[in-house]
């Protein structure tokens, strides 16, 4: 039309009245695409805060979080490294991550099935048969902690079940601990196998955490073999003559002047110890100054034990089991050296000890010496004799009639009650901290009656006393909860698929799920979304970029229009057209 009206206006200048037309047209078109530019750009500035600053869910975060609410970015991650935020640095040293190797580590998206993996967690949300394994560690602060680690396919609801879930992951590799991956939805960490638990150092004896240090050792030369508690471990006296200091008190030359005799030497046999009773004379001056007992097995020095006494009689007490023929020789410290003689020597005979009849190394006597309480063959601390604890647990719906609760639909205002059993199938008694995790179940329902234990609204779990169970015993507890009245109609949540998933599950050695009647709302919702097309801010920045481009385009165009029109009347004005 315009190039119709500029070509023919040479011609037929009666033309310029519509040419005049067509400038206000331009003019109204100006101003509704000015308008139309405006609102296209406020509203590339409104998706631009979905970009740099996303909603959060009101259920993105989870008490199994490492890092609650996730990280956006890795130096946010490694902030919460710094800070041994729930003990993750305590667990990533145990397992021989570094801090460098997660600093090094790149994002990437991966899928819980395909790729195989293992999910971390700070509570237990699983059973055993299911996957789910624990890790025990020592804290910094002297405590210790236990993770929890399962298949993240576990985690996986929605329709696309079979094909696996995708996530974000900042992936990186160690040289001790192999692959490893750090989600941001959580901040849990990946692996692709169950680590080894950590053991003892070298040297310390117990199992991991219960790790007991060697012990310390005597530090003065010559006694390195004894233990520092123990009584020898301390430097030989000196001599207390005068002028001989500098002799050691046992040494011979430390003894006044002139005569002295050991008389004689008798053993006595108490319950488990040998009395060793020396009597010795002095005359004309002379003093004891001690007493050496050496006494051999076998011909050969076991012990030599010395008394530094001035008294004329003197006892010592020898502490053996080891069977064979002993003799025993005293020799008297006197001024005039050391003195000894036949009366001076005497043996003895230790028959060899009747032994345990569980454990022929240790004897009949010995504390140790102890049957295993479920079978009398074995010794008490033979690894067959150990506690084998089960836990099983059974729910059922009693408002429809004391039917499995697993097996139908909970309703609103239905009452459910749980049967917790805990047996030992072992040879040896157990302690069992009885604890029930009761937090996907607290998203629906309430405790009516808590079966005598006490429910922590903060952690939401429900406890009972510590019981002690013997080989073969069991114990039952049962509570009662009620479905709200009213169900939640709450999203599923970001981190934990399993939250408000209209599903109650827990576990005690296996895990129950009771389906729960959603409102039809809450249904409809979750399967329009999830059939809706994946796209995310940066999906929506682009289209919106897009409709920016072309809108300004238009704009631009209707002004370049209209200052076209502008300058032809212009010129027709002058006449040079």
């Known amino acids: 039309m315009f190039r119709k009206l500029v070509s023919n206006l040479a011609f037929s200048p009666a033309l310029v009245g519509q040419l005049g037309f067509y400038a206000k047209r331009l003019r109204k078109e100006e101003a509704t695409r000015r308008v139309g530019l405006i609102f296209t750009a406020l509203a590339l500035v409104v998706q631009s805060f979905a970009v740099f600053s996303p909603p959060e869910a009101a259920n993105a975060s989870n008490p199994s979080n490492f890092i609650p609410g996730g990280v956006s970015t890795l130096s946010e991650y490694l902030r919460h490294y710094d800070a041994n935020t ?26 819980s099935k395909r790729d195989g993996l293992i999910s971390w967690g700070l509570t237990s949300h699983f059973s055993y048969g299911q996957g789910e394994r624990t890790y025990t560690i020592r804290t910094s602060s002297g405590g210790v902690r236990t993770f929890y680690n399962r298949p993240l396919t576990l985690w996986d609801t929605g329709r696309n079940v079979s094909g696996g879930s995708w996530y974000y992951i900042y992936v990186g590799y160690s040289k001790k601990a192999g692959w490893f991956g750090l989600m941001k939805v959580c901040g849990n960490l990946v692996t692709k196998t169950h680590p080894a638990q950590p053991k003892c150092p ?32 301390k430097p030989t006296p000196k001599c207390a003559v005068p002028g001989k200091e500098n002799l050691p008190a046992n040494d011979p030359r430390c003894v006044p002047d002139p005569v ?89 005979n230790i ?9 022929p190394k240790l004897t009949k006597d010995s504390p140790e010496c102890q049957p295993c309480p479920g079978d009398p063959t074995l010794w008490i601390k033979d690894e067959k004799c150990a506690a084998s604890i089960v836990q099983t647990k059974t729910a059922a719906n009693i408002t429809q009639g004391n039917i499995s609760a697993s097996t139908t639909t909970a309703k609103a205002s239905d009452k459910i009650m749980y049967t917790l059993e805990v047996a030992n199938h072992g040879k040896a008694p157990a302690a069992v901290e009885l604890v029930e995790q009761l937090a996907d179940v607290a998203e629906y329902a309430t405790i009516t009656e808590a079966g005598g234990g006490v429910y922590n609204k903060d952690a939401r779990t429900l406890s009972w006393p ?71 801010p940066r999906e929506n920045m682009i289209f919106a970029g897009i409709v920016f481009a072309v809108v300004a385009y238009f704009y631009a165009r209707s002004r370049q229009l209209k200052k076209e029109v502008r300058l032809i009347r212009r010129d027709l004005n002058a006449g040079t057209i």
């Open 466 to 536: 510590s019981v002690t169970l013997k080989p073969g015993e069991k114990q039952t507890r049962m509570f009662t909860i009620q479905v709200m009245s009213t169900i939640p109609a709450m999203g599923v949540g970001v981190s934990d698929k399993t939250s408000y998933d209209c599903r109650m599950m827990n576990t005690f050695g296996n895990a129950v799920q009771i389906a729960v009647d959603c409102p039809v709302e809450k249904k409809v919702v979750e399967q329009t979304v999830s059939e809706l097309p994946h796209t995310g």
């Open 260 to 348: 002295a005799k050991c008389e004689s030497l008798k053993i006595t046999k108490l319950v488990d110890n040998y009395q060793l009773a020396a009597t010795s004379s002095v005359a004309h001056g002379a003093s004891v100054k001690g007493y050496v007992y050496t006494i051999k097995k076998d011909g050969k020095v076991v012990k030599t034990q010395s008394v530094n006494s001035t008294k004329l009689t003197d006892s010592y007490t020898y502490a053996t089991k080891a069977q064979g023929a002993y003799t025993v020789e005293l020799t008297v410290k006197t001024s005039l050296g050391d003195k000894t003689g036949a009366d001076c020597v005497k043996t003895f």
């Open 351 to 359: 028959p060899a000890p009747e032994m345990c009849p569980q454990n």
């Open 86 to 111: 729930n003990n993750i640095k305590d667990l990533y040293t145990t397992l021989g991550i570094t801090r460098a190797e997660m600093a090094a580590a790149k994002q990437q998206q991966l899928n």
């Open 202 to 233: 070298d040297g310390y004896t117990g199992t991991y955490p219960n790790c007991t240090p060697p012990p310390k050792m005597c530090t003065i030369p010559g006694k390195e073999n004894l233990r520092a508690d123990d009584p020898n471990c």
